[in-house]
């Protein structure tokens, strides 16, 4: 047997509570009594395993002892005559109990979280901690939320799924492409969260992602967004400079560039235009896998990026898209031509609107125009690299 | 089966439907009837007059007070609702849909403490 480290269950938690969580779901037709008593069973291992070694499937031995753990516990407690206890046990009773194939319980466990009758916030939070198993502190942390509103937003959820019966269930055909884009946001708003800041939000939205193209091979927005999120994540190591500041994609040091991730995510876009069932995720991705070929900013392939960015409008018209083809605009027909563009855009309230007008108008060489611009793109973001970019420019 | 309440939420002062419009409406809801009463769905359900038909009954302290006019003066209010059995919220939400569908407002969906018998 071999030895095992606290920090192994620790690692074998991490991996394998979302897993864990879902057939206890099925099981039991409760989050509550799944997750404790998948807890439970933690608990035992670090026990037991340090002593007996690791069992030959740790999430299989997790799932059976958290199983009848919970049974034992339901037993007792409908004795008792508590009816929740008494209903779990029923559902238990109908329940197979095989172990092997969980894609289908993690499936339904990952659109029950991201069901449309819970909102954004709600959806985040329960997707986090039932399918990514981040503690309730984790979560409140990476989204700088007292602890107890996010401990409260997670049974105010768990509440509303128990009491209003959403189910536990695959969408129907019908209805999966809204239910899978209402995944599919959670995932990017999760990765997003964590790009400029909080590396390992990102590394959770990564392994999120992983496991939906593992747990939906035919969708190609699935393949897209991993894609989208492996060549954003790639260019981590050059995005900020020394001294903390925001550097553009023009000014990147590029051989910083991870390379690992760089092949992993042109090769997902490759699969994606093989399949030619395009999708605003994979359109992005596409974008920056030209970005990614690029061995520096001049070799960029500009007429390339354009025309993705005007398939993009045309299945995703909004005017932060418009924005991003502006960028793409100036590289080709000149900083005038992407001012025009992005005068019409009623976006005042968005940092990096003030941010591109500011470029545009310094390249024009409006410089005091610029400067205002600058500023105003300041007064509209938090955040520390942002600013120190920004900052270096008002000046 | 559960049960859910499907309420019609109505704005006051918005634009008055002409009398063939509100035909159509009947006629709509009239449907949805039939289709909630065929898939054995209905509890109950019905319209209601305007709030300023609503008087206010209120128990308090041994003594009952009896005020005019709706429990709370607002811009919406409630302009019927239907009782439905459901075996879950998507099922529930599918019906809500219909229902706005055919009633032309929205609709909120909230389920009961109990479950329906079967």
Known sequence: ?395 | MRQYMLSVHMVDGSPQRSPEAIQQLYQQVDGFNAELLAAGSWVFGGGLLPPDAATVVRASGGAVLTTDGPFAEGKEHIGGFWVIRAPDLDAALAWAGKASLACEDPVEVRPFQEEAED
């Open chain 1, 1 to 395: 047997m071999p030895a095992v480290a606290a920090a192994d269950i620790e690692r074998i938690f991490r991996e394998e509570y979302g897993r864990a969580v879902s057939v206890l779901v099925r099981v039991f037709g409760d989050i509550d009594i799944a997750e404790e008593s998948v807890q439970e069973a933690f608990t035992v291992a670090v026990r037991r395993w340090p002593d007996d070694g690791l069992p030959p499937s740790p999430a299989g031995w997790i799932i059976t002892t958290a199983r009848n753990r919970a049974i034992d516990r339901l037993r007792r407690e409908a004795a008792r005559q508590d009816k929740h206890a008494q209903a779990a046990l029923l559902h238990a009773h109908n329940e197979p109990v095989e172990v092997g194939p969980v894609r289908d319980d993690r499936l339904r466990l990952i659109f029950t979280c991201c069901h449309p009758a819970l909102g954004r916030a709600a959806q985040v939070a329960l997707t986090l901690r039932l399918i990514g198993g981040l503690s309730t502190p984790e979560i409140a942390r990476a989204f700088l939320v007292p602890e107890p509103t996010m401990a409260q937003r997670l049974v105010r959820a768990k509440g509303k799924i128990r009491d209003a019966g959403i189910p536990y269930r695959i969408p129907p055909e019908a209805e999966l492409p809204g239910r899978l884009r209402a995944v599919l946001t959670v995932v990017y708003l999760i990765f997003n969260e964590g790009h400029l800041t909080r590396a390992d939000l990102c590394a959770e939205a990564i392994r999120l992602g992983r496991l939906l193209v593992e747990l939906m091979p035919d969708e190609p927005e699935v393949r897209g967004l991993l894609a989208l999120m492996l060549l954003t994540e790639s260019r981590r190591p050059a995005r900020t400079g020394p001294d903390g500041a925001l550097v553009r994609l023009a000014d990147q040091d590029r051989t910083r560039w991870n390379r690992e991730l760089i092949a992993e995510g042109q090769g997902l876009v490759r699969q994606c235009l093989r399949r030619n069932q395009p999708g605003p995720y994979q359109i992005q991705a596409a974008i920056n896998a030209v970005h990614s070929d690029a061995a520096t900013a001049a070799d960029t392939d500009w007429q390339q990026i354009l025309a993705l960015y005007d398939q993009l409008l045309a299945c995703e018209p909004t005017p932060v898209v418009a924005l991003n083809r502006a960028v793409a605009v100036a590289e080709i027909d000149g900083p005038q031509a992407a001012l025009n563009l992005a005068n019409k855009l009623d976006l005042d309230g968005y940092y990096l609107f003030h941010a591109i007008r500011a470029d545009l108008l310094r390249r024009l060489g409006r410089t005091d125009e610029a400067a205002l611009s600058y500023q105003a793109a300041l007064d509209r973001t938090e955040n520390t690299a942002e600013r120190e970019f920004l900052r270096q420019h008002t000046g």
